[in-house]
């Protein structure tokens, strides 16, 4: 059946669920730890520049249009927020991409109740480093350029003003397109046949990009959610692939 048009919010409870019982924990552990040092590092990092990165892109305003920086600081707040989200949240993914792409297989298994992967082991683990990071840098060549466009935007009198809320779109299908790959990467689904069936269901996948992005905006919860968030959408996966993603394999 297809998922309803909201139906974000139940793929990543239902996903946190799955990662939290003892038959995944294992493969949640290591990347687990991987994002929590990379996040504690960032945090530390932007805590020092953040005020410094506000102050650079606010515009400088004449001295009788003063009393509108009261208004435009919170503005350009979040808009650095969210440009140290998409830092923390692109690095994090590179680096876990393998393990990532692993936990993907077994909430499959666990969902299916079939198992037509290979076994765990650590030279399959290491075997999948190549694919998995070459599916990581598509990502990133499709990431770049657009977010390039934005940052441009970003830096321009008056129309940097719609950044932000852009941004915030942009960040929500860029969600769903992270973390829908690594089931349609397990199912050697060719990047631009994956791009046309989120299409297919972009309302679904806004939705769950969307929830994903808010949690991940949250400190420390964040490191939790990314795992979550690959049990969600492996969910979101195999309900509405069904009989497609067997085929696909």
């Keep these: 059946m297809p998922a309803p048009v909201l139906c974000g919010p139940h793929y ?12 995944l924990r294992l493969f949640v552990l290591l990347p687990l730890l991987i994002n929590l040092v990379l996040f504690v590092g960032l945090i530390y990092f932007a805590g020092h520049q953040f005020s410094l990165w506000v102050n650079t892109l606010m515009p400088a305003l004449p001295s009788w249009l003063s009393f509108l920086n009261y208004l435009l600081w919170p503005l350009f707040v979040v ?4 440009m140290v989200f998409f830092t923390f949240t692109m690095l994090a993914n590179i680096i876990a991409a393998p393990f990532n792409g692993f936990l993907s297989e077994k909430v499959e298994v666990v969902v299916r109740g079939t198992d037509d992967f290979p076994a765990f082991s650590w030279g399959e683990l290491i075997a999948m480093v190549p694919r998995t990071l070459a599916r990581e840098m598509r990502k990133l060549g499709y990431f770049l350029p657009r977010a390039i466009a934005l940052l441009i935007l970003s830096f321009i009198p008056v129309l940097n003003l719609i950044a932000a809320p852009l941004w915030l779109i942009f960040g929500i299908w860029m969600m769903a397109i992270q973390y829908i790959d690594y089931p349609a990467d397990n199912h050697k689904l060719g990047w631009n046949e994956m791009l046309a069936w989120l299409r297919q269901k972009r309302w679904q996948s806004m939705s769950f990009g969307a929830i994903v992005y808010l949690v991940l905006l949250i400190p420390l919860v964040n490191v939790l959610m990314m795992p979550a968030a690959v049990a969600g959408a492996t969910l979101f996966w195999v309900r509405e692939r069904g009989e497609d993603a067997l085929k696909s394999r």
């Design 12 to 23: 990543l409870r239902e996903g946190l669920k799955l990662v939290l019982t003892p038959g």
């Design 79 to 82: 808009l650095v927020a969210l």
